[in-house]
């Protein structure tokens, strides 16, 4: 046995709103929705480049509530991008918060932390050299000296 693939799944309070800031934050295509009578979508895939971003909107009945209705999340999203500071900047302008501003980071990538407006947090980054784990480890030491 073997897993093949593992896919993000958020819920939101506003599928629809969710899905067109995630197109204008970070350029994204809208694989398909499943939407019931009352609008209420059930399901979504987004394409973030090869991968897929599965949401959608809340379901109480079953227990399923978003990020904003609970005030918290326990997960933050780490995307890969070509240029950090030009993807946070983009979602920024798209709505999201800036929660850390860009900044070359010890594990070898430039990086930043944004909450999207539906309490999602995505860190974005973009590599900038090669670290083994022993130097990873070294360096994380330092920065936890106070």
Same mark, same amino acid.
């Given at each position: 046995m073997k897993i093949e693939e593992v896919f993000a799944y958020l819920c939101v309070s506003?599928?629809? =709103?969710?899905?067109? !800031?995630?197109?204008?934050?970070?350029?994204?295509?809208?694989? #398909?929705?499943?939407?019931?009578?009352?609008?209420?979508?059930?399901? =979504?895939?987004?394409? !973030?480049?090869?991968?897929?971003?599965?949401?959608?909107?809340? #379901?109480?009945e079953c227990g399923i509530r978003s990020a904003s209705t609970i005030g918290a999340t326990a997960v933050t999203i780490h995307l890969h991008v070509d240029d950090a500071d030009a993807m946070i900047a983009q979602a920024v302008q798209a709505g999201a918060t800036l929660e850390r501003a860009p900044r070359d980071e010890f594990y070898g990538e430039r990086s930043g932390v944004i909450r999207d407006p539906f309490g999602h947090r995505w860190l974005i980054g973009h590599h900038i050299e090669d670290v083994g784990t022993d130097e990873m480890q070294r360096r994380y030491d330092d920065a936890n000296k106070s």
């Open positions: 506003d599928a629809a =709103a969710a899905i067109d !800031f995630y197109r204008r934050a970070f350029g994204v295509e809208e694989k #398909f929705r499943l939407t019931e009578p009352g609008g209420r979508i059930g399901h =979504a895939e987004l394409a !973030f480049g090869a991968m897929t971003v599965m949401l959608s909107d809340e #379901f109480p």
